[in-house]
């Protein structure tokens, strides 16, 4: 898509110390720090920004990102379907700019 893109995120960290997760309620907003989800979101986003502005000077990607938890094999395979049938639906993304 060319505002937005879909992925996947497979994490297999199994000693998971609690005191590291964010308490609930805490500011989505706030800088948690290196090497989470966010801040790889971000830096992703801002790369492929600057690439992409080299071609064409006004391209934007959708500001926010959405997260979703998977937690088990048919919400995972709703999902890849999601992402693989997404692209032919771009004729309808309300944020296209043509």
Avoid: C
Wanted: charged share 20%.
């Amino acid at each position: 898509m060319p505002n937005h893109f879909h992925g996947i995120l497979i994490i297999n960290k199994t000693d998971i110390d609690s005191t590291e997760l964010p308490a609930i309620g805490q500011s989505q907003f706030q800088n948690h720090g290196k090497n989470t989800i966010s801040s790889i979101v971000g830096s992703y986003k801002s790369i492929v920004t600057k690439a992409s502005r080299q071609i064409n000077p006004n391209f934007r990607l959708q500001p926010p990102f959405y997260d979703q938890i998977i937690r088990n094999v048919y919400a995972f395979e709703n999902i890849q379907n999601y992402i693989a049938n997404n692209p032919a639906k771009w004729k309808e993304d309300i944020f296209r700019k043509e």
